[in-house]
């Protein structure tokens, strides 16, 4: 049972356009949402992250929207770099077990 | 950040040999340390919780003898693969919780680099 989904396993845009990075949840025992980057062969490394009592959370280019009733997240990157390129997890934790749940990823692909 | 430091970053081995993969945590105590699975493409798996000074907790499905997870200080935890098979090539991470108050409110896990198992 896919408790994380990210529906999407791949975006391209176009360097300085949004990227728009989405992820689902089955669970509304999560209380806090974490985005990870990753690039292959190597672990991820922590981006952003917004706890369940809030619903937008910026850093930079970075803003992680959410949607507690349609148990939804979004990822904005705004203006996208070719460096952005990589794949993007989003993961759900509840903090009484202290358990991160992955979602499946999306490669994003920023072109110049 | 802190930095958690994962040994080897690559190892490849003969069906039927054991593996040790070592996780550190250079710059913090880490009170807890998870272990993931990723395959190609798929998502990152969390196999185990291990707690300094306790029996790790396995995920459904994970096979507790194969997988033996030793976290015997604040800064050390290890897996290690025994009697490997093919089927156990994958891609091994491991991640550490800070005992510092202020990261643990943050949520935050960092990551190892990683450790891609190739079994022969």
């Known amino acids: 049972d896919q408790q994380v989904k990210q529906n999407s396993p791949s975006l391209s845009v176009q360097e300085g356009r949004i990227s728009i990075l989405n992820c689902d949840y089955t669970n509304s025992m999560f209380d806090y949402f974490l985005w990870y980057k990753k690039y292959p062969a190597e672990g991820p490394t922590f981006l952003i992250s917004?706890?369940?009592?809030?619903d937008k959370n910026e850093d930079g280019r970075f803003t992680v929207f959410l949607n507690k009733s349609a148990k939804h997240l979004s990822l904005h990157i705004v203006p996208s770099q070719p460096g952005d390129s990589a794949v993007y997890f989003c993961a759900a934790l509840r903090s009484n077990t202290g358990k991160l749940i992955f979602g499946q990823g999306t490669t994003l692909q920023v072109k110049p | 950040g802190a930095v958690v430091s994962q040994h080897p970053s690559r190892v490849i081995c003969k069906s039927g040999t054991s593996v040790k993969i070592e996780c550190r945590s250079l710059?913090?105590?880490?009170?807890?340390m998870f272990w993931y699975r990723q395959f190609p493409k798929k998502s990152l798996m969390l196999m185990a919780t291990s707690n300094e000074g306790s029996k790790a907790t396995y995920e459904q499905g994970v096979e507790k003898d194969k997988f033996l997870i030793n976290h015997a200080s604040l800064t050390l935890s290890t897996l290690t693969v025994t009697s490997a098979h093919p089927e156990d090539s994958s891609f091994y991470i491991c991640?550490?919780?800070?005992?510092?108050?202020?990261?643990?409110?943050?949520?935050?896990?960092?990551f190892g680099s990683g450790t891609q198992l190739s079994v022969l």
């Open positions: 991640s550490a919780r800070a005992r510092w108050e202020v990261l643990r409110r943050a949520k935050v896990l960092f």
């Open positions: 917004i706890s369940s009592i809030k």
């Open positions: 710059d913090f105590q880490a009170t807890t």
